[in-house]
């Protein structure tokens, strides 16, 4: 069986507060001193590094070092991690995440390790591909393009695939790498998504602090909810939901009202219905056609927010799920 040999890390409780690992593997030495100095100026959190199969990365770590104290991320893609456990020890690299796909062995790592360990994955695999981790791993890195080359663009269905990880794993910190942009990062930010990794694209805009500040404050598009739930409402089974007789229901309009609960989304979601102590986080039900800024704007005026939404089709049957940046679980 699989085991790693740190603790759980703290969940993360501000998630409005995007927070930006840059992507530096890639720079050309040339380009290295001006480019860590116009991010470090822009307020990254990490410098992330990638390694397949090499130990040139420790070397890049090393020069890197000089100029800048802001803390390092290593994203290793190997088959053992166990010949890069010595470069490991002599780093000044904070975390570790370690690319679940690419092992060919059970994952033990040592004790000594300062660095937080943490595991990587495709965001399209199973969610219960993770599960042996989910007790000792410190983070999840979840890829939404090829692991280690930048440039990918986020396809639309990735939404999806990290609201699944956010709902069975609620208490993880999770961190989503591979072609997020503003309009991205808003969604992952509603959705309570702490941490992303940007590349190329931190250099494309007018300036770095205009790219990572939008990055961080861009507001939500007029996606549409349906563009960006989970369509497995079945998934909250094996949550034993608690629901209140009455649920507040949003329309496409930002109108709220309060519905009575059905008998029929009460069997889609193996739940039932409570006078009294329901579920431990607030659910509120919303069309499915909404847009997402309306649908945020509205939520924000809520004296208790809504940790899921459940969405609703114009025959009023259940059709998916989003979870919020509330939502712990």
Same mark, same amino acid.
């Given at each position: ?28 030495a040339r380009d ?65 995440t370690i690319q ?30 993770f599960k042996p ?7 999840? !890195? ?25 709902? $069975? ?73 608690? $629901? ?21 989304? !009460? ?34 005026? !809520? ?27």
């Amino acid at each position: 069986m699989h085991t790693l040999g740190h603790p759980i890390f703290n969940p993360v409780r501000n998630f409005q507060n995007m927070r930006i690992s840059a992507s530096v593997s890639s720079l050309h030495a040339r380009d290295l001193a001006p480019s860590v100095a116009l991010l470090d100026k822009a307020g990254v959190n990490f410098f992330h590094l990638d390694s397949i199969e090499s130990r040139e990365i420790f070397a890049f770590e090393r020069r890197l070092r000089g100029f800048t104290k802001t803390p390092f991320d290593l994203h290793l893609i190997t088959s053992d991690p166990i010949k890069y456990w010595d470069d490991i020890r002599q780093s000044s690299i904070s975390e570790i995440t370690i690319q679940l796909e690419s092992l060919h062995s059970p994952l033990f790592v040592p004790e000594d390790l300062k660095p937080k360990v943490g595991i990587a994955v495709l965001a399209s695999r199973p969610a219960e591909f993770f599960k042996p981790f989910e007790k000792s791993a410190t983070t999840l !890195l979840l890829m939404t393009t090829t692991p280690g080359h930048s440039g990918g663009k986020f396809q639309q269905e990735q939404f999806a695939n990290i609201m699944r990880y956010r709902i $069975l794993y609620p208490h993880l910190p999770v961190t989503v790498d591979g072609g997020v942009i503003p309009t991205v990062a808003s969604v992952l930010t509603m959705m309570g998504i702490p941490q992303i990794v940007s590349g190329s694209y931190l250099f494309k805009g007018n300036s770095v602090q205009e790219t990572v500040t939008n990055l961080r404050t861009q507001d939500l598009t007029d996606w549409r909810m349906d563009e960006v739930l989970l369509p497995e409402p079945e998934l909250l089974k094996r949550f034993s939901l608690r $629901l209140p007789e009455m649920l507040p229901y949003l329309n496409s309009n930002a109108e709220i009202t309060e519905v009575p609960v059905k008998n029929d989304w !009460l069997d889609a979601l193996s739940a039932k219905t409570v006078a009294d102590n329901p579920s431990p986080f607030p659910v509120i039900l919303v069309d499915e056609t909404i847009q997402l800024n309306a649908f945020q704007a509205k939520i924000n005026t !809520l004296e208790t927010p809504p940790h899921m939404a459940l969405t609703l089709n114009s025959a009023g049957e259940l059709t998916g799920i989003c979870c919020l940046a509330a939502y712990k679980g």
